[in-house]
């Protein structure tokens, strides 16, 4: 027989720790996002060399 | 650079690194506190002598005495001074060995890893520190200005604003400088990193356990910002991070042990954490309002602060007695209004902001997350890495029963808050760093240890993510400097090809090598990289020159005035005059009174940093002021 309380628990923690990924996915996106720029002129500079 | 320059160096820091504990150690028993060879005792000893020597480098600086033989001297005093101190250095330094030692042995695969990444980093910055001077603030002022007070007696230089900015930390570059080579002030600086390095292990160990500690230390050492802070960028704001982490330390023991004199400490270590910048008067606030909250004592709270005025205020009396203001130049303008130069003041505002500021209030909202997700606009806050904005929703699992936690997030909440305030410039956050580092660890570690699979998961490749891009980026990064490093590129190559503005100065010696001399005449420049100039000089450029009042100079009756005022004989354009100046200097040429004398076109870096590898061609003309 399966607890209804502890299932319930379970799915709240299951979905804290999604959105947490979520969040992680957003962050890292956007971070390394803003680098773009950098690592083009490098690779620029790595071209012209 | 040699090896053997290297190792001349790091034996000079090494030396005073040892002095300065062993000094520590001694005052710490002189002011009756037990004795004891834990890292944090170490810590506190260093802590509280490097502001004590600083101040003693200060006196010496007042009549112009700082040279090599007094610093030296200096040295020797203090290691004579530390008497006893040395026995309790020989026990703290053979305890902590065999604790390094004997956690090596048993340690685990990944434990072993992050030791390594750790060794690894430290290697690869202790080789860069050693890179000649490039940074640019450090050329326009951080190195600057002690290199001009060397020797002679300390006066305002006018000149120059950001020479009123140099602070108490900056005695330490001075002090490397006297030591023999510029090279060991970096060196102190780079020992300034490790400290701090170290005073974050010791916090993440209150609130996590060893490993995650341990992490904690290598994300901050390995993170750019650190990478470049401790070791090219020639700033000491390091030093604030010390202190801070130092000042957190002690009120948490304090508190702990229910010991005054420890919270009197943190009072000192507050002290010494403003005395590094203006920006760091937050932190003795921060303390001591937690110690009003936590001890609910006036009385207490009010000695601390005494303590940290005491510790920190050095530069605030020079000021104000130079100046009347002790915060030079931001209060002028209610302090004495009739002497403020407003373009000057305007130009250090904008200085010390970042490009974005606004105090909208959806801004200041979005500012922690934008300081890290776009931080070129935010002073540079992407350095930082993702790692304290991707785990920061696990604060809420971090250990907040604890004192330490407690004290690093209001620490970290209102430096926070105040830097949102005036200057959203994300790089002055280093000294809330650590403090936030040691509390999403200890978030992240305390999700792991709940069974949070997915998030722990998730966290770990974020962790293992940003390792390799810091560990890719320093790396990409060092090989600019390595070369000179390994004496495989002369200095001269080295700093034509990193340091900004440096053929300018050259072409500038070498014009007026023959002709400047001590009394003779100084040349107006207006480039803002002024360390490399071996003429005497003044600084022209409106936004940094509190002497150049636009206000003065917008005929050339009154320009000619400044410039007599100045002693200025030549005046070097590259290409042009700035803006204020233009029409002025214009007159001047045509009617004959500024005549060029020689010029040249010589390549630069340019934008807004040098990682971008932009260049461009410029004119740079050297004129004469004919009488």
Redesign the interface.
Known sequence: MTNPEVNHSTLNRNLVQFAFVLWLLVVNFLYYLQFKALFMSRFAALKHR | VSFAVALSVWLVVAIVFAVAVAFGFRVLELLCFEREATLEAGLFAAGISFPLISFAVFGLSIPGWLGPRSAWALIALVAVAAWRGWRGFGDWAAFELTRIRFRLRGSSLANRTTLAILALTISLEALVSLAPLTGSDAMHYHFTVPLLEMGTPLRPIFWLTHSFLVEQAHLLISLGMALGDARISLGLIFLGGLLTAAVLFAIARELASFDWALVATAVFLISPMVFWQITTSGSPDIWMSFYTGLAVLAANRGIQRKQLKLLLLAGFYAGAAAGVKYTGWVVPFAICAYLLLARRSLKLVFTCSLLSVAAGALVQVRNLIWTGDPFFPFLMPRLAPASVNAFALHGLIVDTRSSAYSVHIMHLLSFPFAM?????KYGLG?YF??LV??FA??LVLARWKTHTARLAGVVWAVMLASNALSSQMGRFLLPAFILALALVFSGLEEAVRRG????GC??M??LV?FLI?AGASDL?YARDFLPVVFGRENKEAFLERMAPEYRFASFINESLASKAHDGNGNAMVFLRHLYYLRVPYVYGEPAFSWAVDPAKCNTPEGLLGVLHELHVKWVVKEPNYPAPLEKSFTRLEAEQKLVPIESSDLETLTGTSR????SQTVRVTVLELKD
């Open positions: 890290a997700l776009d931080g070129n992407q890495g993702p904005l991707a929703p696990l949070w699979k997915i998030a998730a966290g490749a974020t993510l891009f990409a990682i971008y590898r932009q």
